[in-house]
C-alpha cells in the first residue's frame, strides 16, 4: 500500500517553510514617511508595498508651499499603488493650537475632495504625549461622522507609561472601542521586548496598526529612554518587529516601518532609515527586503 503521509521530519520542515509566508500574508507592510522622493527610489519600487503613511499637519491646504508638496506626496502614492494613511498633527502657524472637532472634521473632508483615493485616517500623532484624551475623543468621533467609509483610527499612541489609562480614558469618553488604534513601540522594538505592546492588547479593544516602528540607527532628542542604536541595531530591531511584535495577536494587522531615508528630516536628532544619508542601503534594507521576498540588489 503506498504511503501517503509525510515523514515527521519532512512534514516540520515543510511546515517551517510555511510559517514566514502565513506571518507575511497576516500583516500588511508600509512605510512611514513624509518626503515625496521614496517613491522615484527604484529599491523602494522593487519592494511593491502596499501602504504609506504620512503625518500631516492638519492645515495643509492652507498653505500652498505645503500643498504641492502633498500633491507630490499623493502622486508618488498613487504612482506606486501604495494606500495612504494620513495622521493628522499641529500646524507650525500655530503649534499649540487645538483645532475644534468640526475644523478637523472639515480638515478630512477637504483632503477627501482632493484625493478622494484616501479612505485612511488617525485623528492625531501621538496624542498621549500632550493632548487630553476626552479632546481626542471628540475629534475621532467627528472624524468618523466627516466619513463613515473611512477607516478611521481612534489615534496614534506613544508606548510611554501613561498609555494604557490614556487609551482607557479615550474609550470612555467616546462611549466606544474604536476599531483600530494606531501605536508607535519604538521603545518596545528597540529593546527587543513585547512588554508594552503586549500591555496595550491586553487592556483594551480592537486592532492595532504598528503606525510608527524601527530600528534606530541614530538619535539625539534628549530621551531620558535609553537603548542601543547604530546600523546593525537597526536590522536587528527590524528583524524583531517581523519575527516577534507582529506575530504577538492576529489584531495587529499592519506594521509601518519609519523611514525610507535620512534626508534631512529631523536634522541629526533622528535616523531611523533604511537608506543612509550616503544614499547606500543599510542592512534593515536587506532584512526588510528577505521578509518580502524580494531579492536584494
Known sequence: MRRLLLPLTALLALLALLAPVAAHAAVKVGIADNKADMFGDPRYQALHLGYARLDLRWDVLSDPVATAGLDAWMRGAQATGARPLITFDRSPRRPAYNP???????????????????????????????????????????????????????????DKANMVSWARRFVKAAKRTPKVWGLHNYVDANTLSTKTTKKL????????????????????????????????????????????????????????????????????TWDSGFVGPDDQPRPALTVLQRYLGVKPG
Not at 226 to 237: D, E, R
Request: positive net charge; charged residues 20%.
Open 201 to 268: 492588547l491586553a487592556s483594551v479593544g480592537g486592532n492595532v496598526w504598528l503606525t510608527e516602528t524601527g530600528g534606530i540607527v541614530r538619535r539625539s532628542n534628549a530621551s531620558a529612554v535609553v537603548f542601543p542604536t547604530g546600523a546593525a541595531h537597526a536590522a536587528k530591531v527590524t528583524k524583531f518587529i517581523f519575527d516577534k511584535l507582529v506575530r504577538l495577536s492576529p489584531r495587529i494587522q499592519r506594521v509601518y516601518l519609519y523611514h525610507w531615508d535620512t534626508g534631512t528630516e529631523g536634522g541629526p
Open 100 to 158: 475644534t472637532p468640526a475644523q478637523l472634521a472639515a480638515a478630512l473632508k477637504a483632503l477627501r475632495a482632493r484625493y478622494p483615493f484616501v479612505k485612511d485616517f488617525s485623528s492625531w500623532n501621538e496624542a498621549n504625549m500632550n493632548k487630553k484624551p476626552e479632546l481626542v475623543a471628540a475629534w475621532y468621533l467627528a472624524l468618523r461622522r466627516a466619513c463613515p467609509s473611512c477607516d478611521v483610527l481612534a489615534t496614534d499612541l506613544l
